[in-house]
């Protein structure tokens, strides 16, 4: 089991396992981890899985691609340096542990 680490703007701090493959905003919306919506399903549409991606677990990420640059642009809460589409970064594919910061809003 892989582990991503959500913590929210509020301060709370949730702990969630993931299957190899799903994604991180497929794991918080099973887990019922609050402020991630995925309106889209995942089809990097929608930026309201932005996440932001504790330094520390970036370096093992793929480039951020051409349609999740742009959907960043648009997420309710401004881009910084770590964000990421929660849609777009799967466990085992991409990260063998993570931890996020949540957006105050989506
Ligand atoms: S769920 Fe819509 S962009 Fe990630």
Do not use: W
């Not at 991503?4 to 497929?26: D, R, Y």
């Not at 691609?65 to 809460?77: I, P």
């Not at 964000?83 to 809003?105: M, N, Y």
């Amino acid at each position: 089991m892989i582990t991503a680490t959500f913590n929210s703007a509020s301060g709370g701090t949730e702990l969630v396992q993931l299957e190899p493959g799903v994604s991180i905003m497929k794991a918080a919306i099973l887990n019922g981890v609050g402020n991630i919506v995925g309106e889209c399903g995942g089809q990097a549409m929608c930026a309201t899985c932005h996440v932001i991606v504790r330094p520390e677990y970036r370096g093992q990420l793929p480039p951020i691609g051409e349609d999740e640059d742009e959907m960043l642009d648009c997420a309710a809460t401004a881009r910084t340096e770590g964000s990421r589409l929660g849609c777009q970064l799967k466990a085992g594919e991409h990260f063998s542990a993570i931890a996020v910061d949540l957006p105050e809003t989506q």
